[in-house]
């Protein structure tokens, strides 16, 4: 079956820095959506990628999906403290509309 | 919107026993997910309704598992015979439209402890 893997699984930063996390399909995907999930919350939808090599940004937030439509990442500029939580993608296949595959996350902490 | 609610937030039960988790999703929104997630992992897919038709089943899932959604409105999902491994966070989702391209919206989920 669809397998979706993360790395890293942690990333410890200082705050101002930069972080970087990258999602990898076993199989095409149709789309993929990212997640956040503050420690004790539910996940939160930040954003869906559609198209091969589609970049969008959410402010200091980039997502690429990659040409092949099998991997992504997600890049975060100068972090700030309100940006910990766990970051998760999810890929959806062509054969099942409605399925969404999560990754197992990357768990970013900032250090003031 | 009041957004996705689920109840109860908290459940612990015993093994052997039968337990029941209640979502309501946004109101209007046709589909509508089952997720279990444990420590560490992403969310697992359980199955989704699309109105009141359960479109898709994990191949993980047990007979021991059952949802509804007789009404296309809440949803239920039943565990029978619980197990230890059971215990994990429940979650459901909802999500607008029938496409499967719409983003989900979470409830805050149900923390079962089956001891």
Redesign the interface.
């Known amino acids: 079956g669809q397998q979706v893997m993360q790395i890293p699984q942690y990333q410890h930063v200082q705050e101002g820095e930069d972080f970087t996390t990258y999602c990898n399909s076993s199989t095409t995907l149709s789309n993929i959506q990212w997640y956040k999930q503050r420690p004790g919350g539910h996940p939160v939808f930040l954003i869906q990628l559609v198209k091969s090599g589609e970049v969008k940004k959410q402010k200091r937030l980039t997502f690429q999906f990659g040409e092949a439509k099998k991997n992504s990442s997600l890049h975060i500029t100068a972090t700030q403290t309100t940006d910990v939580g766990t970051y998760f993608c999810a890929g959806r296949s062509g054969t099942s509309y409605g399925k969404l595959t999560f990754g197992q996350g990357t768990i970013l902490t900032v250090h003031p | 919107d009041t957004g996705v609610s689920q109840n109860p937030r908290h459940k612990i039960t015993k093994r052997g026993q039968n337990v029941t988790f209640r979502c309501d999703p946004i109101s209007e929104h046709n589909?509508l997910?089952w997720?279990r997630q444990t420590l560490?992992?992403?969310?697992?897919?359980l199955t989704?309704f699309?109105n009141e038709a359960q479109?898709?089943k994990?191949?993980l899932l047990s007979d021991r598992f059952s949802a509804e959604r007789p009404k296309g409105s809440f949803s239920t999902l039943e565990i029978q015979r619980t197990e230890q491994g059971d215990s994990a966070m429940y979650?459901c989702?909802s999500s607008p439209g029938t496409?499967?391209?719409a983003?989900?919206?979470?409830?805050?989920?149900t923390r079962l402890t089956v001891t």
Do not use: K
Not at chain 2, 40 to 45: A, D, H, R, V, Y
Not at chain 2, 103 to 109: H, L, R, S, V
């Open positions: 589909r997910y997720y560490g992992q992403g969310p697992e897919f989704y699309q479109l898709e994990s191949r979650l989702a496409g499967g391209e983003e989900q919206y979470f409830g805050p989920g």
